[in-house]
């Protein structure tokens, strides 16, 4: 019975992809140029009810179906726009930080170090190939110690990171 859901589900999921593929350019959501940012190509509040109408639109799926189904719904509500990390490069170009993270762990296990010299490295490589992780990651440390939690952490990260770049 599973199974038959599961199929059903991103068997329409595919049918809503192709009919946003075939349906007018001017039914995708035009993205308000004062909402916008580099960063951000969707406004977030548009992104908010996409992500809750794709959820109720795939009520019944969990764990690796619905991530699937998502992907698919998302893609399809906002045609020719990069959502999602795609071989291993952010949306914005840079690698993303799995990629990263798998680079220095094979750049660090062939100088063959162990212990605290291993882990040095691989947080060297890991900065020195994205430094404005690394630099977000400082700011996140830096809140934490403040006693900042939920809204007001990512307020004071995001207003760090942003210090960071400018």
Request: charged residues 30%; proline residues 5%; positive net charge.
């Amino acid at each position: 019975m599973r199974t038959v859901l599961i199929v059903t589900a991103f068997a329409l999921g595919l049918g809503g992809v192709a009919q946003a593929q075939t349906a007018a350019p001017a039914k995708a959501p035009a993205p308000t140029p004062a909402a916008t940012s580099a960063d951000e190509p969707i406004p977030r509040a548009e992104r908010a009810k996409a992500r809750q109408d794709c959820v109720s639109e795939n009520i019944a799926l969990t764990g690796e179906d619905l991530r699937a189904a998502m992907r698919i719904c998302m893609q399809g509500k906002f045609p020719g726009v990069q959502l999602y990390a795609r071989d291993g490069v952010t949306r914005d170009g840079k690698p993303t930080a799995v990629a990263v993270r798998a680079a220095c762990k094979d750049e660090v296990d062939g100088r063959k170090l162990q212990g605290s010299e291993r882990i040095a490295a691989l947080t060297a490589c890991f900065n020195g190939k994205r430094p404005d992780l690394a630099h977000r990651s400082e700011c996140r440390k830096e809140a934490r110690a403040k006693g900042l939690d939920g809204a007001e952490l990512r307020k004071a990260v995001d207003s760090c990171a942003r210090d960071g770049k400018g």
